[in-house]
């Protein structure tokens, strides 16, 4: 399998953004997906998660401002942030979960 993440870019503090993350080589239901964001000096952390079953998690910073969602038709995992703040800037990696594959990261940065 492998993940293609994308929809990083620059936006306004308050502003939105919907990070999309693909797989090819298998079917996107079939396994547990996060996303990961790291920071300029700073250890890459979990964001949100998504189980097989749909069961979903966020860390404290995101929740109430962010969702994780299955796009079965494009096979893919989505993560729509909402009210970003510019402490939400970092490159942000899609990963089957517990696993060693990786998306090529996104970068998204929000301006104050």
């Known amino acids: 399998v492998q993940l293609q993440a994308s929809g990083g870019g620059l936006v306004q503090a308050g502003g939105s953004l919907r990070l999309s993350c693909v797989a090819s080589?298998?079917?996107?239901?079939?396994?547990?997906i996060a996303w990961y964001r790291q920071a300029p000096g700073k250890m890459r952390g979990l964001v949100a998660r998504?189980?097989?079953?749909?069961?979903?998690s966020y860390a404290d910073s995101v929740k109430g401002r962010s969702t994780i969602s299955r796009d079965n038709a494009k096979n893919s995992v989505d993560l729509q942030m909402n009210s970003l703040k510019p402490e939400d800037t970092a490159v942000y990696y899609c990963?089957?979960?517990?696993?060693?594959?990786w998306g090529q990261g996104t970068q998204v940065t929000v301006s104050s």
């Open positions: 990963n089957r979960y517990g696993t060693g594959v």
């Open positions: 080589g298998s079917t996107s239901n079939s396994y547990a």
């Open positions: 998504i189980s097989i079953t749909g069961v979903t």
